[in-house]
């Protein structure tokens, strides 16, 4: 059980050989255990849990499984979900139980998923590390001396230390591949507008995407098959027809053209990282891809472009968070003026509050234009570049990550080198384009290295062809943390 | 120093759509507090804005009927600031770019007539309600109007007095309400308010003053008192060798006067920036042609066309105040063998109106009906009753309380004109001798004395005396 995919444990449901709810019990074990040391859940509810599970077996019974069907899910703590805490990873909302679902939540409960619980985060998705959770940090089941990455770090740490067969995430900067490229998982950021955003606690809207982690590029598309599709309560959502994202996972790659960018290898990048991508673009080229060097001359301003527009839209998104209707309040206070800051004072972390400050001055009158408006014209530079680079090749392969997981504590003191860990990501949120990341081998201590596989617009199926046949001739995703088969 | 007032106005027209702009909960008014703030309303975690298109196809109907350009591609910003009937922390507004751009009104203000150019006019949430007097010692949340649909109307600061602001308040009101129907106009329930900006200068001069804009007038007797008061401080203020401070100001109608809320320098920045969640509203040419062959007759084309029968416009503008009111009176003038367009209208505006007023009914409920307003003008015309409103009105209100047709009623009420040299002839003697102090002032070269006399005798025949042989006799006997 340890082991299955979602693709397995489906066959084993469907044969009966095993059912939900020994399913979810065993999960849901390891999660109450191992998960607790790795502090990769912010909530757990058993109950819950095992009555999705039932409700699971009963779907089975009648013969109305969906390839979900059953299939435990870890939920990053961003999505509401009706009559569960929903905290986003904060003191702010640490009281809130969300009244309605999230629309990624409805898809998977739709589909008969399990929720096996919350898990851990930064605080509402700030941060690199899953150092910024009120709940303390996740610990990299690799080595828990490190973290696992983040946003998503609760999720990707459960899927490598197979707490759960699947989860979703949130990725506004790289929170999903990041994480996964740490941890040694699967993950994928859909094309912005693919799956919902309703009822996903918003960080940075015009970049926040959610999307599957999973131990397979198979498994993603079975997730990613649930969780996309089109919600008109998202004003955002792309009304396209469904798509079946396992529909190329089999075809060939012979002829593919692999795009290099030759700003991705330039300095930053770790030597063990470096020669991890390096042999993996040789396993591409024995797999018939060809490569092409490309350039993103804009990309290097991706970090700076970032860190103006996702805390300026924080600042605004955060606001709701006043002490009013819901969530924190603090105990104690003299006026409204006074009950609003140190409910914001006291109900924030470190990292939330000095996003919140540079978003508002971003957008104060007389910086506004000089700050917010540049940054949106250099957004749309960065974009036109993986325009450019799309007509020379149909997928750019990279590092996800320039350096393997760090130790805890170790970046926290310098927020530009933590805001550094997603220098390879964040171009393609500015973009709006899908990525991946699949473990593709490991540095000299052992930690795992994420490939990160970036598509062009709505190229989800093609980026999971490449990603499946390529762990179709390799063993990579298949390695298990040391201790977590004890 | 003469001084000139110059006004320009920014109404919020509640918008009449079923539910709210950016949820699907309900906009009825009156509703216990909160039973109609949904998720998205209240601004729980995750929730997402999704526009509403009756609120779009509203403003684009306002846009039409003002003559204005309809901004094909226009942006949803969020107007950031924290208070506690504010769920989200920030409005969801139109700044840069407002779907409605320029656009003209015309107004009239006693007999004269002007127009009054619009500078944008844009869609946006309204804010819930704070209750401070119902809870000691705290403050109540309604959020029930929260997210209501708004349009905000700016004019140019075209207006130059109290009265011409609130003629332009009230073309706007008849213009929203009762022309095109995008908003219910109840002013007591909010749904149509005004913030006036106003400044002074000299007169003549071509540079504007410092302007105070006071905020959230709900009546048009508060805009015009708060406006003649306004423009009153600011002249004193002047006037004493001081100046003038840019400033939010409101209006207490108890003391009737305009009190400081915030000056400029604790104006807050409302940092406002195009809102993530809402991509820009595009306006189809196809659309706007649909909503264009949808839109209700202009009130204006029937006043041109009332006006075009010789009828003074702003008797004219009096027909046409409603919907209601133009619908009666075109019907009433395509009645054939109308003579004296005018006459007709003089009864409408006169004694009909004064009494709907006295029964508190609009037109369309009036019961006495267009043809026995055209009987009453026909009896007149035939000179069997005189004109005067002692006369018209009481066939008015005896037609009104169902005592019998025009004809039956002037009979009852023996209203039937005095044509009768001599009995005329002898009210006047009377009325001479007993007025000599009238009749001094007249040969003293007073015209207005003579009016006075007729209008003695006027009186003396309740009105029954045909006033042009009262005219005659009179100038005879006084030798005029």
């Given at each position: 059980?340890?082991n ?21 019990r ?16 912010i ?26 069907t059953?299939v ?104 999903i ?125 991706s ?18 968070y ?8 603090a ?59 799309f ?64 598509g ?17 001739v ?13 | 120093?003469k ?19 950016f ?50 591609r ?188 915030r ?11 195009p ?94 009906s ?13 000179k ?53 102090k009238s ?42």
């Amino acid at each position: 059980m340890l082991n299955f995919t979602i693709r397995q444990l489906g066959v084993e449901l469907a044969a009966k050989r095993v059912s939900s709810v020994e399913v979810a019990r065993y999960f849901f074990q390891r999660a109450a255990t191992l998960g607790k040391t790795l502090n990769a859940f912010i909530t757990l509810d058993e109950e819950k849990t095992l009555a999705q599970a039932r409700a699971a077996d009963a779907l089975i019974a009648n013969g109305k499984a969906t390839p979900l069907t059953g299939v435990p899910i870890a939920h990053k703590d961003i999505f509401c979900a009706k009559g569960w805490r929903t905290t986003c990873g904060s003191k702010m909302l640490s009281n809130f139980t969300s009244p309605y679902d999230a629309h990624v939540i409805e898809r998977c409960n739709a589909a008969g998923a399990v929720m096996l619980g919350k898990t851990n985060m930064d605080e509402f998705a700030m941060g690199s590390s899953n150092e910024t959770s009120f709940y303390g940090p996740v610990r990299n089941p690799w080595n828990i001396e490190t973290v696992p990455g983040g946003s998503s770090g609760g999720s990707a740490a459960a899927i490598a230390a197979r707490l759960a067969p699947a989860a979703t995430g949130t990725d506004t900067g790289g929170s999903i591949r990041q994480p996964a490229a740490l941890s040694g998982v699967c993950g994928l950021k859909p094309t912005y507008g693919v799956c919902s955003r309703y009822g996903m606690i918003a960080f940075a809207s015009s970049l926040d995407q959610a999307g599957p982690f999973a131990k397979t590029a198979e498994d993603l598309a079975l997730l990613l098959n649930a969780m996309a599709g089109f919600d008109a309560r998202d004003s955002t959502s792309l009304e396209r027809a469904p798509e079946d994202y396992t529909r190329d996972l089999a075809q060939s790659i012979k002829g593919l053209r692999i795009g290099l960018p030759k700003e991705f290898f330039a300095e930053g990048i770790a030597p063990d990282v470096a020669r991890a991508i390096e042999q993996t673009i040789v396993e591409f080229k024995k797999l018939g891809a060809a490569v092409v060097e490309v350039s993103l001359p804009n990309m290097k301003l991706s970090v700076p472009v970032y860190y103006v527009l996702a805390p300026a839209e924080a600042s605004s998104n955060l606001a709701r968070y006043d002490g009013v209707r819901y969530g924190y309040r603090a105990p104690a206070y003299v006026d409204l003026i006074d009950m609003y800051k140190k409910t914001r004072a006291q109900g924030f972390g470190a990292e939330v509050k000095r996003r919140i400050l540079i978003g508002t001055y971003m957008l104060s009158h007389g910086y506004y234009d000089a700050y917010y408006l540049k940054a949106q014209k250099l957004r749309r530079l960065i974009a036109d570049d993986f325009v450019t680079v799309f007509k020379q090749c149909d997928v750019i392969l990279g590092p996800t990550a320039p350096t393997t997981a760090f130790k805890i504590g170790e970046k926290t003191a310098d927020p530009v080198q933590m805001y550094l860990s997603d220098i390879y990501t964040i171009a393609v949120n500015l973009a709006g384009l899908p990525g991946i990341s699949i473990p593709c081998g490991f540095d000299g201590k052992g930690l795992p290295v994420g490939l990160q596989i970036i598509g062009n617009y709505f190229g989800e199926a093609k980026m999971l062809n490449i990603a499946h046949q390529y762990q179709q001739v390799t063993d990579w995703h298949t390695r298990m943390p040391p201790e977590t088969a004890a | 120093m003469k001084w000139e007032i110059v006004i320009g106005l920014e109404t919020h027209a509640q918008l009449s759509t079923v539910s709210k702009i950016f949820s699907g909960a309900s906009t009825a008014f009156g509703a216990a507090p909160n039973t109609q703030a949904s998720a998205v309303d209240i601004a729980l975690p995750g929730v997402l804005p999704v526009l509403n298109k009756g609120a779009v196809e509203r403003a684009i109907r306002f846009g039409l009927a003002v003559n204005a350009r309809i901004n094909r591609r226009s942006v949803f910003a969020r107007k950031n600031y924290f208070y506690p009937d504010l769920p989200k922390g920030y409005q969801i507004s139109q700044y840069e770019l407002p779907i409605i751009s320029g656009g003209k009104l015309d107004i009239v203000v006693g007999e004269q007539q002007k127009t009054v150019r619009l500078t944008r006019a844009h869609l946006e949430e309204d804010a819930g309600k704070s209750l401070h007097e119902d809870f000691h010692g705290m403050s109540g949340i309604d959020l029930n109007r929260a997210g209501t649909p708004l349009l905000e109307i700016v004019s140019e600061p075209d207006m130059c007095s109290a009265e011409e602001a609130v003629a332009y308040a009230k073309a706007l009101h008849r213009k929203v309400v009762e022309e095109i129907e995008i908003c219910d106009g109840n002013m007591e329930e909010g749904s149509f308010r005004c913030d006036a900006n106003v400044s002074v200068r000299p007169h003549g001069s071509n540079k504007l003053g410092m302007r105070c804009e006071i905020k959230n007038l709900n009546s048009f007797r508060f805009l015009e008192q708060a406006i003649k008061f306004e423009a009153w401080r600011q002249i004193e203020i002047l006037e004493d060798g001081g100046t003038i401070i840019q400033e939010t100001r409101l209006y207490d109608p108890d003391k009737n006067e305009t009190r400081s809320m915030r000056s400029k320098e604790d104006a807050m920045d409302y940092r406002y920036f195009p809102d993530p969640d809402l991509p820009p509203l595009q306006v189809s040419e196809q659309w706007i042609e649909e909503i264009r062959a949808k839109m209700p007759s202009a009130l204006d084309v029937a006043k041109e066309k009332i006006i075009s029968l010789g009828i003074p416009f702003y008797k004219a503008d009096l027909l046409t105040t409603t919907r209601a009111n133009t619908n009666f009176s075109t019907q009433i003038f395509s009645i054939p063998n109308i003579s004296n367009p005018e006459a007709v209208a003089n009864l409408i505006i006169g004694p009909l109106n004064a009494k709907l007023n006295e029964e508190k009914l609009t037109i369309d409920k009036s019961k006495v009906s267009l043809y026995q307003i055209v009987d009453i003008y026909r009896r007149i015309e035939d000179k069997t009753i005189s004109a005067s409103t002692s006369v018209t009105g009481t066939v008015i209100s005896a037609v009104w309380n169902g005592e019998g047709d025009v004809d039956e009623v002037i009979e009852k009420y023996g209203l039937k004109q005095i044509s009768d040299i001599g009995t005329i002839e002898k009210i006047v003697d009377q009325v001479i001798a007993a007025n000599p102090k009238s009749i001094a002032e007249f040969k003293a070269g007073k015209e207005k004395a003579f009016n006075a006399l007729v209008g003695q005798v006027m009186k003396a025949t309740q009105g029954k005396a045909n006033p042009e042989q009262v005219n005659k006799l009179l100038r005879k006997k006084l030798g005029g």
